[in-house]
């Protein structure tokens, strides 16, 4: 269940003042996968849909509030992500 309009910043080896600078205003920085991870920047408006906090959710049971990349992880597969994101987009 997920989707995105933009390209996934795929950047794990930049420094976190890089990735900062990465993400515009009224956005932010997940990262999803199962095993490896990618990143993506996606709308702060997002947060309200009710899928995306189902997911939200899975990532507190999963990894509680302690995430090894340094930011949110969102623990499901990227196409699953990707189709989920792009519905948002559409309504």
């Given amino acids: ?3 995105f309009p933009w390209a996934p910043l795929i950047s794990t080896e930049d420094k976190s003042e890089r990735r ?6 009224g956005h932010f920085a997940v990262y999803v996968g199962e095993n ?8 702060v408006s997002y947060l309200n849909d009710s899928s995306f906090q189902d ?3 899975q990532a507190e049971e999963e990894f509680g509030f302690h995430h090894s990349m340094g930011g949110l ?4 597969s990227q196409d699953l992500f990707i189709d989920l994101i792009s519905g ?4």
């Fill in 73 to 76: 992880t969102i623990p499901c």
């Fill in 20 to 25: 900062s600078a990465e993400v515009p205003k």
């Fill in 88 to 91: 948002f987009s559409r309504t």
């Fill in 1 to 3: 269940m997920c989707g």
């Fill in 36 to 43: 490896e991870k990618k990143r993506f920047v996606i709308s």
């Fill in 55 to 57: 997911l939200l959710y």
